[in-house]
């Protein structure tokens, strides 16, 4: 289907530094964090909106590692897409994309906050703790 995705130039910066201030492990772990983060906001995106493919590389085995059919299962339930779906690439990085920013913004106003905190308190909203 797919060997590689990037990130838009502009969120290459942001995932180093996601990655460095949460200390959460590499590069791919905020990746997968960030496309998933932005599928839970339960927001469909808009094709027409994919930003260019300046930024991190990551290929499918680094970005899903084992779990490769659970991240496409993901993308595919939430799009209504068939697994062999041509624009699956594309949609991915939007939700990539998508996280890293959303992220980073809600990031910008808790300078103190870690990596875990992080993931507790959105795993909190998710659930409805």
Request: proline letters at 2%; hydrophobic letters at 35%.
């Given at each position: 289907?797919?060997s590689q995705i990037k990130t838009s130039k502009e969120n290459k910066e942001v995932v180093s530094q996601l990655t460095r201030r949460?200390?959460?492990?590499?590069?791919?772990?905020?990746?997968?964090?960030?496309?998933?983060?932005?599928?839970?906001?339960?927001?469909?995106?808009?094709?027409?909106?994919?930003?260019?493919?300046?930024?991190?590389?990551?290929?499918?085995?680094?970005?899903?590692?084992?779990?490769?059919?659970?991240?496409?299962?993901?993308?595919?339930?939430?799009?209504?897409?068939?697994?062999?779906?041509?624009?699956?690439?594309?949609?991915?990085?939007?939700?990539?994309?998508?996280?890293?920013?959303?992220?980073?913004?809600?990031?910008?106003?808790?300078?103190?906050?870690?990596?875990?905190?992080?993931?507790?308190?959105?795993?909190?909203?998710?659930?409805?703790?």
């Amino acid at each position: 289907m797919f060997s590689q995705i990037k990130t838009s130039k502009e969120n290459k910066e942001v995932v180093s530094q996601l990655t460095r201030r949460l200390n959460l492990g590499t590069e791919n772990v905020i990746a997968r964090i960030a496309y998933t983060y932005s599928l839970s906001q339960n927001k469909k995106l808009d094709i027409k909106d994919l930003a260019d493919v300046g930024g991190k590389e990551y290929s499918k085995a680094v970005l899903f590692g084992d779990n490769y059919d659970l991240y496409i299962g993901m993308i595919c339930t939430h799009y209504g897409f068939y697994k062999t779906d041509k624009d699956i690439p594309k949609y991915i990085k939007l939700h990539i994309d998508d996280g890293l920013t959303i992220i980073n913004r809600e990031l910008e106003d808790q300078p103190n906050i870690d990596g875990f905190d992080f993931l507790v308190d959105k795993v909190g909203l998710i659930l409805n703790l």
